[in-house]
């Protein structure tokens, strides 16, 4: 054999040596580190179901929808169930956080995002969390906003009438002399209120026979509030026990179709 091509045989053996030695694996060094390729060389597929991504890290698994729509779900001692769900064609929701949680598809968030007590949505430094006309921030009885030092709360005009809680009730006819309770609005909350009465026709003076007051409930009692129509004696006022709102009629005549609105000012007593 001449040595040009000794030098090439072995030079291939070389190669093929070299191309069966194992991957290092200090995980169990007597066996070898392979990656099955499941799928194909444009498209690889690591097989296993599911497949841990890194040591102490997320793991990757089939959520069982058609068109492989992929799941990445919290692993090692994290026992959350916190879940990325990738979308396809099939699955139209390219996003889902969580078990019970919402979608975003096509980047537009399409159901309800659900979290857990405790948890926060967290707005960075500059950014803004925005509520878009016609879309609606709403708070669970209980629950409140904490503006903090140096924050702060701005309404326009519109914003601030459409945001204050406002009711009605009607009180009826209340004769001459005598004393009409007035019923607390359903939902009522704790705050300082402007209550306002008002008479219909056929009252006689009928812009002589309105009164208001601003009043204090506690949740429990009115307290603070207080007014008469000084030349026709029409009282609003607490009732004895402070429960409800009283109308003393003393102008002389019957009161007719009578109301009175109350609107928040200021919410906590």
Do not use: K
């Not at 990445?72 to 929701?93: F, K, M, Y």
């Amino acid at each position: 054999m001449s040595l040009i091509l000794f030098e090439r045989a072995f030079l291939f053996a070389t190669i093929i040596r070299m191309s069966l030695l194992t991957g290092c694996n200090l995980a169990n060094p007597s066996n070898a580190h392979w990656v099955d390729n499941d799928g194909t060389d444009a498209a690889p597929v690591i097989s296993g179901n599911p497949v841990q991504l890194c040591s102490g890290g997320p793991t990757a698994s089939s959520s069982g929808v058609a068109n492989a729509v992929n799941s990445i779900t919290s692993a090692g001692t994290n026992t959350a169930t916190a879940v990325l769900r990738l979308g396809t064609v099939a699955q139209p929701d390219a996003l889902v956080l969580g078990p019970q949680s919402g979608g975003i598809a096509q980047g537009v968030l399409t159901a309800q995002v659900s979290m857990a007590a405790n948890a926060n949505i967290s707005c960075g430094a500059f950014s803004q969390f925005v509520c878009e006309t016609g879309g609606q921030v709403f708070l669970e009885s209980g629950s409140e906003i904490d503006v903090q030092p140096g924050a702060n709360v701005q309404f326009n005009n519109a914003g601030a009438q459409s945001s204050t809680f406002r009711a009605t009730v009607v009180v009826g006819n209340i004769a001459d002399s005598a004393t009409a309770a007035v019923a607390n609005p359903p939902s009522i909350v704790a705050g300082v209120y402007a209550v306002m009465a008002s008479c219909e026709p056929p009252t006689a003076s009928l812009n002589l026979r309105q009164v208001s007051t601003v009043a204090v409930w506690d949740g429990t009692n009115w307290s603070y509030g207080g007014s008469m129509s000084a030349p026709n004696n029409l009282e609003l006022q607490p009732a004895v026990g402070l429960a409800t709102l009283q109308i003393v009629n003393g102008t002389g005549g019957l009161l007719t179709g009578v109301e009175v609105r109350f609107v928040l000012l200021a919410a906590g007593a």
